[in-house]
């Protein structure tokens, strides 16, 4: 046993300092990034943020929401073959584009991505999505899926410290997925005591991706859109969006009504919820590691989104970034003890 004293940080723990700026308005922002990849020939270009692989968020309603916004969705992996082929049948090239195809490290897994990818030339990315990247089954996969696909885009994940991000990259990955434990629904921290404050885990695994020509993906702890800019100020390419996402119409979880208003059931991966809905039981060796929660029926998400944009907008125009691509060298973090003033919270519960 062993203990490091040095102190990791999430989002809570920081603001980011305002700079001089020559930017006049927030439309002058270009929240548009083009990347490449150490692995893939493709080039990538839109707005680096990705819808979750989680089942009630990634899905096919929300792909053709956020491809107008040039954002990408993780589909969840629990569409069949033929949902699959039916969405790739009237969704256009555009569309295929800015679909992430999710899998887990099964055979069975590895034989389904193989057929979907028949399907189509668009589909591109590749997430293979596991709550612990640690495993050396998780990495053996990794390289056989990019035995397998020499030219797609692959993420792979999820870990937090800087000497696995290497050897994912190493392994096979474009993106590693970074995030043990922040989630909104996530109780993981909790139930087993592991985990790593997100903002630290960011800056540390960008800085030994980059180093490989790799890129990480935040993914999770973001709960307004200040969150996201400090995920891309400490380094993070691509940030994960699950909760923030929830409670819309193009998710896939139920609705209930309460008192005259409507609310969506939410829940994580590893809850009651998701183990009982795919595999029909909770497993003897297993605890549930995530839980269900009530949203507020929030409509289209398309409101949602433009209202990130707009404060991922404003927070480069406050640090003077012209470009989404230069928040990261425009950040100073500093530590704050107080985020923002609550005094209408507590008056209004």
């Excluded at 096919?60 to 491809?67: C, G, I, K, P």
Aim: proline letters at 2%; one cysteine or more.
């Amino acid at each position: 046993m062993r203990i490091e004293e040095d102190i990791k940080l999430g989002f809570k723990d920081v603001l980011i300092r305002p700079k001089r700026s020559i930017l006049k308005s927030r439309s002058e922002v270009d929240l548009m990034r083009t990347f490449s990849f150490k692995y893939s020939s493709v080039m990538w270009s839109g707005i680096p943020i990705i819808a979750a692989n989680m089942d009630t968020i990634g899905t096919f309603e929300m792909v053709r929401a956020l491809s107008k916004f040039h954002i990408l969705t993780a589909v969840h992996k629990y569409y069949s073959l033929d949902e699959w082929k039916n969405f790739i049948n009237i969704s256009s090239q555009h569309i295929l584009k800015h679909v992430i195809v999710s899998i887990g490290t099964s055979l069975e897994e590895m034989k389904k991505i193989k057929e979907i990818f028949l399907l189509s030339d668009s589909l591109k990315y590749i997430c293979i999505d596991v709550a612990n990247g640690y495993s050396e089954h998780f990495v053996s996969f990794l390289k056989k899926i990019r035995h397998c696909f020499p030219n797609k885009i692959i993420c792979a994940g999820n870990v937090v410290t800087g000497e696995m991000v290497e050897e994912l990259i190493i392994s096979g990955a474009d993106i590693v997925k970074v995030g043990i434990g922040p989630g909104s629904v996530c109780t993981t921290r909790l139930k087993t005591g592991v985990g790593y404050p997100q903002l630290s885990a960011i800056i540390e695994c960008s800085d030994a991706a980059h180093g490989l020509n790799g890129h990480i993906i935040s993914d999770g702890g973001c709960s307004v859109s200040g969150d996201i800019a400090k995920a891309f100020g400490g380094g993070a390419d691509f940030v994960m969006l699950g909760g923030m996402l929830s409670g819309h119409s193009e998710c896939s979880g139920d609705i209930i009504e309460e008192r005259s208003k409507k609310y969506m059931l939410f829940y994580g991966m590893s809850s009651n919820s998701a183990m009982k809905r795919y595999t029909g039981e909770i497993r003897r060796y297993r605890a549930s590691e995530g839980k269900t929660v009530k949203i507020p029926f929030r409509g289209c998400v398309d409101s949602t989104i433009s209202d990130i944009l707009g404060g991922l907008r404003s927070t480069c125009t406050y640090v003077g970034a012209e470009k989404l691509k230069q928040l990261t060298k425009r950040t100073t973090f500093i530590r704050v003890t107080e985020q923002e003033n609550c005094i209408f919270d507590i008056f209004n519960k």
